[in-house]
């Protein structure tokens, strides 16, 4: 049997799973938040470095990898741009914040990466991170910024000067984009010709389950279906742009731009990603209507895991 169809059950042991249990030790009160905190440090600081050197290291350096930012960043500004005009319909200012973001952040680098790697293996979850990190960038710019006058301007208040550089500083340059200095050290070692001990491959297979563990499983542990229930009939549409608008837009427009087939295989795979953490976090951040994204979240999440991958599996396999 084809190893990716073995691979394929990793969509359950390695995100449907990871999700149950932190949702379980949430409900029963068996791990404190605190903990929680720790273990997504541990996985932002220390095991997403390690891959990104690993999967860095063995992508092969092309016109297409100088073009991948350019266009993962129209990857998450096509989305926003949808939801911005669709949020119109909300009077209230914290809803339509929490919309924008739910609209323009998917789940690019964890649960696209481990679903790239499923298909494409280590060049697949390379070029998950890297326009993964298109998103942290427009997270920082675009969404924060938005968030934060959306909020001031619901509340009448004046925009404080220089909060953008403030946050751009704190949040871009900080120990959680380190993975950055992985990307840029693999790629220096595969520009200098060195190759990675072959040894380093059952390492970095092993790594990215625990990566989707560590990653998953406080997601699992954020997830809040009382009180997310109120808005799914809102937040339907979103559905429509995550898995119709933003793949045709990727299908048509990617073949125009590149030409390695693994590349626009993630791509599409990329395009199709659920809702963001982060569209939870900055919403919480910024005290806009957080129910909303959790919503979001979770609705389309589920979807992503028990319809649309395994169709895009067999239909890119």
């Known amino acids: 049997m084809d190893e990716s169809w073995l691979r394929l059950i990793y ?49 092969p350096l092309s016109w297409d990898l100088a073009l991948i930012p350019i266009y993962g960043t129209l990857l998450i500004l096509f989305p926003g741009a949808i939801g911005t005009v669709l949020s119109r319909r909300f009077k209230n200012l914290l809803v339509r914040g929490a919309y924008i973001a739910s609209a323009m952040l998917a789940n690019l680098g964890t649960l696209g990466g481990v679903c790239a790697f499923i298909l494409y293996n ?48 704190r949040m871009f340059f900080s120990w959680n984009q380190l993975s950055l200095l992985g990307m840029v050290a693999g790629l220096a070692l595969q520009a200098c010709g060195v190759e990675r001990p072959q040894a ?55 073949r125009l731009v590149f030409t390695d087939p693994v590349l626009l295989n993630t791509l599409l795979i990329l395009s199709t990603t659920p809702t963001a953490i982060n569209a939870v976090l900055a919403s919480k951040l910024y005290q806009l209507r957080t129910d909303l ?14 319809i649309i991958f395994p169709l895009l599996f067999f239909l890119l396999h």
Not at 216 to 241: E, Q
């Open 122 to 169: 280590e060049h697949g979850f390379a070029y998950a991170q890297l326009i993964g990190t298109c998103q942290n960038v427009m997270l920082v710019l675009l969404v924060f910024p938005m968030a934060q006058f959306l909020y001031l301007k619901h509340h009448g208040l004046a925009q404080r000067q220089g909060s953008r550089l403030k946050n751009f500083f």
């Open 11 to 59: 969509v359950l042991t390695d995100l449907i799973a990871p999700l149950a249990v932190g949702y379980i030790i949430k409900e029963w009160h068996i791990v404190s938040e605190k903990k929680i905190n720790l273990l997504i440090k541990i996985n932002v600081r220390l095991i997403y470095t390690t891959l990104s050197l690993l999967a860095f290291w063995v992508l």
């Open 293 to 306: 994204a959790v919503s979001s979240f979770i609705l389309t999440t589920i979807l992503y895991l028990t």
């Open 200 to 254: 380093l491959s059952p390492f970095f297979q092993s790594l990215v389950h625990i990566g989707a563990w560590t990653a998953m499983l406080p997601v699992g542990y954020l997830m809040d279906f009382g009180k997310a229930r109120h808005y799914l009939k809102y937040v339907l549409d979103l559905c429509a742009i995550r898995f119709l608008a933003v793949p045709f837009f990727v299908f048509f427009t990617s």
